[in-house]
């Protein structure tokens, strides 16, 4: 071996980045050949000795494989600070999760967490609004927030959309969303989608009495347009913008929260296209990592899986993404690949649970994640065989129900709505 980046000895400093991996090394690398090949190509190493890099600076940078266990192929690497530009996302994605997904020399390999030094947590903001900001803007201190995608995904235009996003607010959602593949088409521009809509979220909380929030995705091929689209968002009074953060990326995130600070609105994160490198769990990135670099950015909201809906996720990595979410301490858990995490003070994300949710679910949502939970309902409101209105109805009856602790057959006797997305939905 070359270098000597196995050093189990080494006790992480408090200013060092931190990362647990999973290593799956190929047909004839032993493990800790594959960790040190690793650990040298996400910081200052190469494929052979290089003269360039002198003992002296070999020294001074070298990452520190300080947890090393065969069996449970867990590695865990300290790097310096020094070797990453602490405000850029992009750069340390590049170290940590570069080329090292890439390399012969693995036949898998998993980012499962990082862990951000205090010198990393100062140079972001973290949510401008977060969790307590979202419940002072929709003024619902005490509950979950119900919330609704229009559908069909696309293809309405744009007064319809208007209108099924009006239904859903005259029947109890709080909040109201673009689906992930609506931004800017020919039959249901941008512009005139958010002025159409905002002025029917509008005349919802005039008729309501309660706060209704419209959520445009601002999705676009550059930054500059969705900075644009922020603007046309805030000058038509709106107070979300979504974004797909995935397609979008990282540069583009931190840059749409740089423009926060003169928009004022609450950027709801919708993680498609996340599962391209998180759903393999012996190789890719970890959805932790995800949302803990949301977090970091400033995302004040963020899909986060649902446990009983139609996306993959099973209960304790759901409930550790909330965790991630929320905690402003959160422990080490060795079991789930969890390394501890101390938040620095950056406000909470509001967890979203979105994906093939019907009003019936709610009794299991709400024991699931408790009160700190937006509840997006898509086809499980617009597929209630009384229409939009009474789907979202139906919600918050569900809702109510479970928080006053009344089983949801015995609520639905004098609630129709609820009635009638008990006869669709509940397995008999
Ligand atoms: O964007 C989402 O989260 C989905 O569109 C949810 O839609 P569904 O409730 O119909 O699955
Ligand atoms: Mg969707």
């Known amino acids: 071996?070359?270098?000597?980046?196995?050093?189990t000895g080494y006790i992480p400093k408090d200013t060092d980045l931190t990362c647990e991996f999973h290593i799956e090394p190929s047909a004839g690398v032993n493990f800790e050949e594959a960790a040190t090949h690793m650990a040298g190509e996400s910081s200052i190493d190469s494929w052979t000795e290089i003269v360039t890099l002198s003992p002296e600076l070999a020294t001074k940078l070298k990452p520190h494989v300080f947890y090393v266990d065969e069996g449970s192929q867990t590695v865990r690497v300290a790097y310096s600070e020094e070797l990453f530009e602490l405000g850029s996302v992009p750069q340390v994605l590049s170290a940590v999760?570069?080329?090292i997904l890439s390399m012969k020399v693995v036949d898998n390999l998993r980012l499962q967490d990082i862990a951000f030094p205090k010198s990393m947590l100062r140079e972001f903001k973290g949510p401008k609004f977060g969790l307590p900001g979202v419940r002072k803007l929709t003024g619902v201190e005490d509950r979950p927030l119900i919330g609704t995608i229009?559908?069909?995904?696309?293809g309405l235009n744009s007064e319809k959309h208007a209108e099924v996003a009006y239904n859903s607010f005259a029947g109890g959602c709080d909040l109201v969303k673009d689906d992930e593949n609506l931004t800017d088409q020919k039959f249901n521009s941008f512009e005139k989608r958010a002025e159409l809509t905002l002025k029917l979220a509008e005349k919802a909380e005039a008729e309501t009495g309660e706060r209704k929030m419209y959520i445009c995705n601002i999705t676009a091929p550059t930054c500059k347009e969705m900075i644009r689209r922020m603007n046309v968002l805030k000058d038509?009074?709106?107070?979300y913008a979504m974004i797909d953060i995935v397609p979008a990326g990282w540069t583009a995130l931190?840059?749409?929260?740089?423009?926060?600070?003169d928009t004022d609105l609450v950027l709801h994160a919708h993680r498609c296209m996340h599962s391209a490198y998180t759903r393999n769990p012996r190789h890719g990135i970890s959805m932790l990592v995800v949302a803990k670099l949301c977090r970091l950015i400033g995302l004040d909201q963020l899909h986060i899986g649902t446990v009983v809906g139609k996306m993959h996720g099973e209960k304790h990595e759901v409930l550790n993404l909330r965790d991630e979410c929320v905690l402003d301490n959160v422990p080490a858990?060795?079991?789930?690949?969890v390394l501890a995490q101390d938040w620095g003070g950056l406000r909470p994300m509001f967890p979203v649970a979105s994906g093939g949710l019907a009003p019936t679910m709610i009794p299991d949502l709400y024991s699931i994640f408790g009160r700190d939970i937006i509840m997006q309902f898509g086809g499980g409101i617009h597929a209630h065989?009384?229409?939009?209105a009474a789907g979202a109805t139906a919600c918050r009856q569900a809702l109510e129900a479970t928080l006053e602790g009344v089983s949801l057959q015995e609520y639905a006797k004098?609630?129709?709505?609820?009635e009638a997305a008990l006869d669709k939905w509940l397995k008999k």
Do not use: C, F, W
Not at 236 to 239: D, I
Not at 385 to 388: F, Q
């Open 97 to 99: 999760a570069g080329n």
């Open 236 to 239: 038509l009074g709106a107070h």
């Open 1 to 7: 071996m070359r270098r000597d980046y196995i050093d």
């Open 333 to 337: 858990d060795e079991s789930q690949h």
């Open 385 to 388: 065989p009384m229409g939009t």
């Open 414 to 418: 004098k609630h129709k709505e609820l």
């Open 150 to 154: 229009v559908k069909p995904k696309v």
């Open 254 to 261: 931190q840059t749409l929260r740089e423009e926060v600070e």
